[in-house]
């Protein structure tokens, strides 16, 4: 049966979801956890929470899932080293220094490609197998046919069955940043997502804010898909929450009815969904906290402590119990597992009356509702006329159940070897005086005022190039590829054909394209949502197939200056930023496609545009300003490329623009913003 996985935020939590029936846990700790304002765990409460989870036969996984920047390598080798040391059975992690470094260090420690990294296809899943990972969580969008086939591909899967649901695909997620400086992917979201942003301009709505997800009450659906591990969301949640979400899961596991009414109960935004599993997105998706939800959840909340208040049961134990006159008494405890203890006492005494009985010495042992075990039995040996105190069989009881406590422990115990490889030993080589321009576009037109001799490459989607004249861009055309497909055999064979008509370069959104691209013989390209954002990383996709990386826009551009550039490096310049990508449009549940607006709007009166992939399946919504770092080029200096990315500009425009970036000239609009390559991320 697939593992049931329950988050723990803190070790409150920790306690909430084992006596509740889980059978893992995921945690962070202090640094480097995608959940930055949980409470956490310092060193020494992972230690104790290991050790906790192995007496018990429970596993944790540790999340060292936030991007790394270069200044931050040393120290999250050092977090690695400890996670290692002390035995934790897997490592979660989006960022690719983290397989590096696992990889160089500890190849017999455990890594699972994180829900962060997008892998939603079946390349997706290989390349990751490739790379080492031994499980990916797959991208929480995925109806319950795909599930099943990524399920089938030999890596483990982890599948979200129940929790909070974001409005975009995580890892793809930069609303957060843009706005604020907190980002998603650096574990400070500020969830923009359920603030007032509105499909119907001078309403106030909440149209980024989806409702949680539960598939509990369809398990046996869940269970068929194959998926190893079932991942309940929540480590920002209460111990109560834990409890209620991990017990529920438990008998929904077991062909019980869990109680939806009470989950909702605890924490619901206006209910649950299971819309992506099921296939049907929509406005029945969406959601939000109101205070009603909040004053149900603050009623119930004391009760839910019944949940976790006794331990919950793991193993049977059986004694064996020996008491001769003249010898210390002995009591063995095994469990099911062949771990055992022996613990000594003291010599009987002689009875007065009647001696000792085994019916006495069961009574005593069987009391074992402190503890993680169910009686299974006791063999006793015991000479005639000897007396043994009750208290003395409960401190025997009590002794090696501890003794038996720490065998299991030790018998569960994954620490693994870690050698201290410099993962920073290579070169920075591929500096480059001044970037070649590259222009991304949604249609041909855009392209009558710009001279393609001074463009390095011309990137469009895929539809675009299928009309295009591949012949005539002279080796400059380069296929944008969809960042989310649930169609990924179609997106192959679409490029096949484009390869057949002489298209040689894509643009990788996600791992997966690497390996198609190989594939396929094609030059690939990576774009920003790879999420490059330190030189190992760079490293290592230029070691998977890229010819260049894009670096991360929520680098500071200082941060990429000094970035070792092993592979070209590049950046965008110009152009909306995406703020979101979704795959539940906002505009649609609102008001339909038919009196879209291609705009969405907050409280402030900006205007988000959204821009619709036209078929592909997902939408992006993009950043209120418009970026501009044509005056700023001098600031990358040693990048290899600057990306303008037009979306709505005609081709006066784009052409005009195009001209600034050649020649450095100042914005001549106030409505324009340098992202994130100076304020920086928190």
């Known amino acids: 049966m697939a593992e049931i996985l329950s988050p723990a935020g803190s070790p409150e939590a920790l306690e909430a979801a084992l006596r509740c029936g889980c059978d893992a846990v995921y945690v962070g700790g202090r640094s480097f956890s995608a959940r930055a304002n949980a409470a956490n765990f310092s060193d020494e409460e992972l230690k104790e929470a290991v050790r906790l989870c192995h007496i018990r036969g429970v596993k944790l996984y540790l999340a060292i899932n936030t991007l790394i920047l270069d200044s931050q390598l040393e120290d999250c080798k050092k977090a690695v080293a400890y996670a290692a040391k002390i035995g934790v059975d897997g490592l979660i992690t989006q960022d690719l220094c983290l397989a590096q470094i696992v990889r160089k260090c500890c190849p017999q420690l455990e890594i699972h490609a994180s829900t962060q990294m997008t892998v939603h296809t079946k390349n997706g899943v290989e390349a990751v197998k490739e790379l080492g990972f031994s499980r990916a969580v797959l991208s929480r969008e995925l109806p319950e046919g795909i599930i099943a086939e990524l399920s089938r591909l030999g890596i483990e899967t982890e599948v979200f069955v129940h929790g909070a649901l974001c409005m975009s695909v995580s890892g793809q997620c930069f609303m957060s940043a843009l706005i604020g400086s907190r980002s998603a992917n650096r574990g400070l979201c500020a969830q923009a997502c359920r603030l007032a942003v509105s499909a119907v301009r001078g309403e106030q709505r909440y149209d980024l804010s989806l409702k949680d997800m539960s598939t509990l009450d369809v398990m046996d659906r869940m269970l068929s898909t194959g998926t190893s591990s079932l991942k309940i969301e929540g480590r920002m949640k209460r111990p109560e929450y834990v409890a209620k979400a991990t017990d529920s899961c438990y008998k929904a596991c077991r062909g019980l009815d869990p109680d939806m009414k009470g989950l909702a109960e605890v924490f619901s935004r ?3 969904t299971k819309g992506y599993f099921e296939g049907k997105t929509g406005s029945g998706m969406f959601g939000r906290r109101e205070k009603e939800d909040a004053a149900v959840s ?3 909340l004391p009760k839910l402590h019944e949940l976790y208040r006794s331990e919950f049961k793991r193993d049977t134990v059986s004694f064996v119990f020996t008491a001769k006159q003249g010898s210390p008494v002995s009591l063995s405890a095994a469990d099911s597992h062949g771990s055992s203890f022996t613990v000594y006492g003291e010599i009987p005494q002689t009875a007065q ?8 010495v069961q009574k005593q042992l069987s009391k074992l509702g402190t503890t993680i075990y169910e009686f299974g039995g006791c063999e006793c040996d015991i000479g005639e006329m000897l007396y043994v105190s009750p208290a003395q069989l409960n401190a025997l009881r009590r002794e090696v159940c501890e003794g038996l406590d720490e065998q299991r422990a030790l018998a569960n115990d994954r620490s693994v070897p870690f050698k201290d490889v410099d993962i920073m030993a290579f070169d920075g080589g591929c500096e480059c005086s001044s970037p070649r321009i590259r222009i991304q576009i949604s249609s041909e037109k855009q392209l009558e005022n710009i001279q393609l001799n001074d463009i390095e490459f011309v990137i469009m989607p895929l539809a675009g190039c299928e009309k295009a004249d591949i012949q005539s ?9 969809p960042r989310f497909t649930f169609d ?6 679409r490029l096949e054909a484009l390869a057949q008509r002489g298209l040689k370069h894509i643009l990788a959104a996600n791992i997966a394209h690497l390996r198609i691209g190989r594939a396929l013989g094609l030059t690939v390209h990576t774009d920003f949502g790879l999420n490059a954002t330190n030189s190992v990383a760079v490293k290592l996709l230029g070691e998977l197939g890229a010819s260049d ?30 703020a979101m990508l979704t795959v539940n449009c906002p505009i649609r549940q609102a008001v339909g ?3 879209c607006t291609k705009k969405l709007f907050d409280p402030t009166g900006r205007e988000f545009p959204v821009r619709c992939s036209k078929g592909e399946g997902y939408v992006e919504i993009l950043n209120s300003d418009v970026l501009y770092m044509a005056d700023k080029l001098a ?4 990048a290899a490329f600057v990306t303008l990315c037009f979306d709505g500009e005609n081709a006066e425009e784009a052409g005009r623009i195009v001209s600034a970036y050649k020649t450095g000239k100042k914005a001549e609009t106030e409505n324009i913003t340098r992202g994130l390559y100076y304020r920086g991320i928190i």
Not at 473 to 481: F, H, S
Not at 488 to 493: A, F, T, Y
């Open 549 to 578: 990386v894009t670096a991360s826009f929520e680098l500071k551009a200082s941060q990429i200056r000094a970035l070792k550039k092993s592979v070209p490096v590049g950046v965008i310049g110009y152009g909306r930023l995406p």
């Open 298 to 300: 603050a009623s119930v």
């Open 488 to 493: 990924e055999e179609k997106v192959i064979h």
């Open 353 to 360: 009356n009647k001696g000792l009985t085994a019916e006495q």
């Open 593 to 595: 496609c038919g009196k």
């Open 473 to 481: 861009y002279g080796g400059r055309l380069m296929a944008q590829l």
């Open 270 to 272: 206006s209910g649950f």
């Open 635 to 638: 600031d990358f200096r040693g």
